[in-house]
């Protein structure tokens, strides 16, 4: 299993680290940001298929902000798989 650190930008999260297996994520936690939301998060991608929750998730904005913690694990999938 492979984990990831990922330096969000624009959003109060100050760190996202997960895990990837086979497609699979796993261990998706956020460091800073709204804690009981960004561990729903966590807990619902347990186990997903990791271009689909970025699907999912990208595009998704926070109040006037042009992004959003979400948004932000989306491209932090993203580049993941492109590696």
């Known amino acids: 299993m492979k984990e ?3 330096t969000p930008k624009g ?4 760190q996202i680290t ?5 497609g699979k994520l796993h ?3 956020f460091m800073g940001g709204c804690d009981g939301n ?5 807990k ?4 997903a298929d990791a271009k689909a929750a970025a ?3 990208r595009g998704n ?23």
């Open 38 to 42: 960004l561990k729903a998060i966590g």
């Open 11 to 14: 959003v109060c999260a100050m």
């Open 18 to 22: 997960f895990a990837m297996e086979d």
């Open 61 to 83: 904005l926070c109040g006037r902000k042009n992004t959003s913690c979400a948004d932000q694990l989306a491209k932090a999938i993203d580049e993941a798989l492109a590696e």
């Open 44 to 47: 619902l991608l347990e186990g």
């Open 27 to 29: 261990d998706v936690k």
């Open 55 to 57: 699907d999912t998730l």
């Open 4 to 6: 990831y650190v990922f």
